[in-house]
């Protein structure tokens, strides 16, 4: 189809796509070089490589949203810790003396805002761990069925029929 919705259909299809553009003339020149036409390797090869390219970033949309969430909510949560242990250090200094009612609410509240920013950041971290080692396998095994189909569409070149005569 014209949108592949996966990315070894995408490569077979911009390889397959590459291939056809070449048309007989093409197969048949590289047949009679001995399977070594530079002109239709280079392009399968280059075409393969861009929509290599095109998939991996396709994959990887959205890890570095994930990877700034999980590296910056902490530092939010230490915000609010910071931002709430001040007011309780100020309620202390307004009221004259420490005393557990002018304490309580205060450090309350910089403890959930440590809380929320760990559980923000945690998801995000493991969710992006996920992503990388996921966008990873999923590479290699595009990469290796497109030297796969490289392959076999260059020995499919050495071997159409030349024309005698």
Do not use: C
Not at 12 to 25: V, Y
Not at 69 to 97: E, R
Not at 126 to 133: C, K
Not at 136 to 145: I, L, P, W
């Amino acid at each position: 189809g014209e949108r592949p919705g996966d990315p070894m259909s995408a490569m077979f299809s911009s390889a397959m796509r590459e291939w056809r553009r070449s048309g007989p003339e093409g197969r048949r020149k590289a047949a009679e070089t001995g399977g070594n036409s530079a002109s239709l390797q280079q392009r399968i090869e280059r075409v393969m490589q861009v929509t290599l390219t095109r998939e991996m970033d396709r994959l990887e949309r959205f890890t570095g949203f994930l990877a700034t969430v999980g590296s910056t909510a902490p530092f939010v949560g230490l915000f609010g810790t910071v931002w709430g242990i001040y007011h309780a250090l100020t309620a202390i200094g307004v009221a004259g003396q420490a005393s557990i009612d002018k304490v309580a609410g205060p450090v309350g509240e910089a403890l959930i805002m440590t809380a929320l920013g760990l559980a923000v950041a945690v998801p995000a971290v493991l969710g992006y761990n996920w992503l990388v080692r996921r966008n990873k396998g999923s590479m290699d095994e595009v990469r290796a069925f497109g030297n796969d189909l490289h392959s076999v569409l260059l020995a499919t070149a050495s071997r159409t029929p030349v024309p005698r005569g």
